[in-house]
Nanobody, 113 residues
């Protein structure tokens, strides 16, 4: 059974930083591209970033230069380091295998002063 478990969310002030983690199990992690998505209340899910099996990452325009995604195949994990957070970055962040499925339950990020 494929499982993806996110952690690391929380409440942070504007300009702050957070590091999200996602641990995967139930499949051969090292051969799959992994992605992060986010969903704000009342909005459609938004793709945030992806990292390919070789470790090369790409980002949406809205987070490029502030968010950095990485993977650690030995730990079946991906990470999302987020800097200079704004209220527009708030939402439920979840990781996914490939382009969106399956996905985890997510971890909540709140950006508020």
């Amino acid at each position: 059974e494929v499982q993806l478990v996110e952690s690391g969310g929380g409440v942070v002030q504007p300009g702050g930083s957070l590091r999200l983690s996602c641990v995967a199990s139930g499949f051969t992690f090292s051969i799959f591209e992994m992605s992060w998505f986010r969903q704000a209340p009342g909005k459609e899910p938004e793709w945030v970033s992806a990292v390919n099996p070789g470790g090369n990452s790409r980002y949406s325009n809205s987070v490029r230069g502030r968010f950095f995604m990485s993977r650690e195949n030995a730990k079946n994990s991906v990470y999302l380091q987020m800097y200079n957070l704004t209220p527009e970055d708030a939402g439920l962040y979840y990781c996914a295998r490939g382009t969106g499925a399956p996905r985890g339950q997510g971890t909540q990020v709140t950006v508020s002063s």
